[in-house]
């Protein structure tokens, strides 16, 4: 079993519509959760982390932890054409010296 | 552009021989940690280095190997390539030890062995 699982998808939505992305996780000494979105051909950039139970809200984006469940989403409201990337969710320990990633969820909006 | 570096950007080599790739951290961030990403997989951790020591190591062999210098630009050596070596190579920079919320990453180096 993989530490990080994420549908591989490919997910399509239209413009404008709601993109949910999911992770589970299977450590649970991770402590932090973080979302990296991943364009064809270029290295990871980061869209938000989080660490407490709950919603994170950053413009579009709201990150969802439940670690009772060891769960992870990220939603993307209002998505864009532009939002079209692979999206990689990743979990830490306490030191964070050991990141681990899944696999990425390719989502494709159309316009 | 995260102001990370990584050169070269494409290396070819062969089974068997040893491969050195580098990266610049960003000005201001004393931690460098390389990940080993498959095509089509998510990257996966090989080694952190915090001012000039190892700090924490993913499930690579020794010949996976690397330095930090004085001013935290990083090297990775890889011994003995095989052919599942082949991957993009990225390095992340960061401030601080501890937890560490924000990484950012090179434009990776591509390594085909052959």
């Known amino acids: 079993q993989k530490e990080v699982e994420q549908n591989s998808g490919p997910l399509s939505v239209p413009e404008g519509a709601i993109a949910s992305l999911n992770c589970t996780y299977s450590?649970?000494?991770?402590?932090?959760f973080f979302w990296y979105r991943q364009y064809s051909g270029k290295s990871p950039e980061l869209i938000m982390f989080?660490?407490?139970?709950g919603d994170k809200e950053d413009g579009r984006f709201t990150a969802q932890l439940n670690k009772a469940s060891q769960y992870v989403s990220l939603l993307i409201r209002d998505s864009q054409p532009s939002d079209s990337a692979t999206y990689l969710c990743?979990?830490?320990?306490?030191?964070?010296?050991?990141?681990?990633f899944g696999a990425g969820t390719r989502l494709t909006v159309k316009p | 552009e995260t102001g990370v570096t990584q050169s070269p950007t494409h290396l070819i080599k062969t089974r068997g021989q040893q491969v050195t790739l580098r990266c610049s951290s960003q000005s201001g961030h004393n931690t460098v940690s390389w990940y080993q990403q498959a095509l089509g997989q998510g990257p996966q951790f090989i080694f952190q280095?915090?001012?000039?020591?190892?700090?924490g190591r993913g499930n690579f062999p020794p010949r996976f190997s690397g330095l930090q210098f004085p001013n935290y630009s990083s090297e990775l050596n890889v011994n003995a390539l095989e052919l599942d070596d082949s991957a993009l190579y990225l390095c992340?920079?960061?401030f601080g030890q501890g937890v560490i919320y924000e990484q950012y990453f090179g434009p990776g180096t591509r390594l085909t062995v052959t």
């Open positions: 992340a920079s960061s």
């Open positions: 280095y915090y001012r000039e020591e190892e700090n």
């Open positions: 990743a979990g830490s320990n306490y030191n964070n010296n050991d990141m681990r």
């Open positions: 989080i660490y407490s139970n």
């Open positions: 450590d649970r000494g991770s402590q932090s």
